[in-house]
């Protein structure tokens, strides 16, 4: 019998063969998390593939984000409501895509939005932001506000949302993420300028985050016990 599974996870794993493409060697999406992999990435190492199961969890967030999206476009609640605005730093070699941007109708201010899903569980425990996704969201903001030359910056906002039932916790990225974030940008520029590597986080063989989810873990850890 054929089966929609089958099929489902046929398309998921072409669609990793092909990765996500980008405009520059920096982007915003991995920028919170660990440079090292993401220098991988950038440079074209291989790494594994993730399993179906993996691969599935990952394309939820996009399927979160499509519904999302077109839920609050509908709202009525924005002058304005941008998806997927692509956003480009070439002085840092830095790119990436903002989940949206939109203009509230009550208080007429422009907000960036990010969106994380989770599930029911993981968000009954959120009690603040996570630091890999206020960098990101800060960065985000950080680049758009140079590129729309506004003098001034457009504020971002973190909303979570439980993939079971879209739950949501929001949270506006408070000022200590933003001079985070530009410190993140400015020492990822300066490893690409002098063409090196970043350092390995500590007890990356032991760490969930975000080492558990790695496709270049083993390649990391290699080098570890080489250079051992």
Known sequence: MNRIEDAMNSALRAKQ????PS?????????????????????????????????RLFERGHIVSDTVNKLLSESGMFNSFEMEVPIFYP????????????????????????????RQRALGYLKDVKPEHAIQAALYSIVYTIQAVSPIRVPARVVYFAADDLETREFPIGEEWYERAWRV????????????IPPRLPGA????YPCGYCKFKAVCLGEERTNG
Do not use: P
Request: with cysteine; aromatic share 14%; proline share 0%.
């Open 205 to 208: 063989s032991e760490r969930k």
């Open 17 to 20: 063969e092909v990765g996500r």
């Open 23 to 55: 405009k520059a060697f920096w982007r915003g999406s991995l920028m919170g998390g660990c440079l090292r992999a993401h220098w991988y990435d950038s440079t074209g190492v291989q790494g594994q593939t993730f399993d179906d199961g993996t691969l």
């Open 185 to 196: 940008l400015n020492v990822a520029k300066r490893f690409k300028e002098d063409d090196r």
């Open 91 to 118: 002085l840092y070699d830095f790119a990436g895509n903002i989940d949206a941007v939109v203009n509230w109708k009550n208080g007429g201010y422009t907000e960036i939005l990010e969106y994380k899903s989770v």
